[in-house]
């Protein structure tokens, strides 16, 4: 849920925070207070689109940032980890600056991010839903995702043994395609993998060759002062400083001391181990530089075959294994493409097997979502009975694509309705009457609401157009939806004011020439003096009040019958 909302510079907004709770609040007040504002900084907080336009005139940028509290299974953890984003004890920080030159900086949980990620992650908190707002349930193309979400618990099971076989049908299409391409294309592939495969064979690479010529040639760049550091340790040991023949004295020396005074005996021993040593070391020196040989040839040689790697390594691979990988998958492809009529007898025989298994797996996912289709067409038309549209005909339509297949199977899914008795079922996205558009998007959304895993729904304004018994009808599915998901609503209804578990009450004042908004959540006796203004107009009457008193007191009666699951 969203649970902190800091506004400032934002529009009309100099300085607003705003504390939200659970379950259902009301934002109500006069036009152009702000209330629409306020979701505005919303949207934009979860990625929606801005510009300069909002920043507050004469400041430099806007700042929007708000905190959501979510828990362990919520869907936007794995969305986070996708974008290496760290959630710590279930709480999102999102943040959005909005500079005078209409730049945006984006963050979450205090990580840099670009505009989109921001959206994708912002997806799975927020909903918003507006008379004017494209949605998921208005687009055709999202029809589909959400009857799979619907029934996701059996759907999914299906999907992913279809992708399966999917993954395998694409991949033998693909292999089949590139075999069946022309002559001439398969003549040029063919001489060009034949060249790099001969290129890499007559280089006669090894294993970590590289490397170990790398070793040598530091070897023999730094051979003169290799050699003389270890002729000057030789003759050290041996030469005109003598080492070996002093240590050899000392050796002697405390041979006679150890002979009269034991107590010598364990220094005597230490020098002529150490002796010892040094005399199987000086052996090993000479023998080094017996065999320390400067060949200036074999440098240019090194040189000549580590440049010849080098070629290699920027044509085929970073490493030696690479390019032998790589050659070992050509050496492959070229036997292919010699011998491709008998490969592709062999590809098409296979896709032909597969496409009958992904067929089969294709039936059985469409036949799943048809049962699961009826379930919710079922829900849809009880819910829709709720919003007194009793005679309208919900339906989702199925279109196949066989013999064609997609990821997601061989369904096109669109939902259609009609609202009148005798008139045709139309496509949901071509549904115009602003009150029946707003009942059956609250039916929808009364089902949805639950499969979709959203932190907050907010319904800015959806209840335009209706009045009465529908008006209440709205109100009391509204504060259902709140039940499962915090609910924000703009309303201009009292009877949806009335269902509020929380009514903030939106304002605004002239200070210093200047319109700020402010944003106070209502005691019990401003809630009938709100709800009298929003039933009467500008004068309160003691006859509104009392009806403002009734529809608290209805709704209170209305919280506490135990509703049915939706």
Sequence with gaps: ?????????????????????????????????????????????????????????????????????????????????????????GMVILRRDISRSGKSVCRINGKLVTISTL????????????????????DESRHLLLLDQFGFEEISHSQAEYQEVF????QTSQKLKSLSENEQKTAHRLDLIQFQFDEIQKAKLKLNEDEQLFEEKRKLANFERVFEAVQSSYNALTGEQKGLDWISMVMGHLEDAAALDSSYKEIYESVMNSFYHLEDASRTLRNELDGLEYDPQRLNEIEERLNEINQLKR??????????????????????????????????????????????EAQVLTELRKRWADKLTSLIHNELK????????????????????????????????????????????????????????????????????????IFDEVDTGVSGRV???????????????????????????????????ISKVTEGGRTKTSVSPLSFEEKIKEIGRMISGAEITDLTKKHAEELLFLASENKKIEKLPN
């Design 1 to 89: 849920m969203l649970s902190e909302l800091s506004i400032k510079n934002f529009a009309i907004i100099e300085a607003l925070s705003i504390s939200f709770e659970k379950g259902l609040t009301v934002l109500t007040g006069e036009t152009g207070a702000g209330k629409s504002i306020i979701i505005d900084a919303i949207h934009l907080l979860v990625g929606g689109r801005g510009s300069a336009e909002f920043v507050r005139h004469g400041e430099e940028k806007a700042e929007i940032e708000g905190l959501f509290q979510i828990n362990e299974d919520h869907p936007c953890h794995s969305k986070a980890f996708e974008f290496g984003i760290e959630i710590e004890e």
């Design 386 to 457: 709720e919003l007194y549209m009793a005679k309208t005909v919900f339906e989702i339509r199925f279109e196949s694509f066989l013999p064609h297949f997609s990821k997601n199977g061989v369904d096109h899914v669109e939902f259609y309705i009609s609202t009148n008795p005798g008139e045709p079922l139309k496509p949901l996205s071509k549904i115009a009457s602003g009150g029946e558009l707003s009942r059956i998007m609250l039916a929808l959304k009364s089902i949805f609401s639950r499969h979709q895993g959203v932190t907050s729904i």
């Design 315 to 360: 044509k085929y691979g970073k490493t030696i294994e690479e390019i032998l990988e790589y050659a070992a998958k050509i050496e492959e492809e070229i036997e292919t493409l010699q011998n491709k009529e008998t490969h592709i007898g062999q590809l098409e025989k296979q896709l032909t097997s597969i496409k009958k298994d992904l067929t089969i």
């Design 119 to 138: 959206r994708e992650v912002g997806s799975t908190l927020v909903d918003i839903h507006s008379q004017h707002e494209h949605q998921d349930l208005m």
């Design 167 to 170: 993954h395998r049908y694409e």
């Design 471 to 505: 008006a209440q009808s709205i109100a009391e599915k509204i504060y259902n939806v709140a039940v499962d998901s915090q609910v924000l609503c703009i309303s201009h209804l009292p009877q949806v004011a009335a269902m509020a578990d929380t009514h903030l009450f």
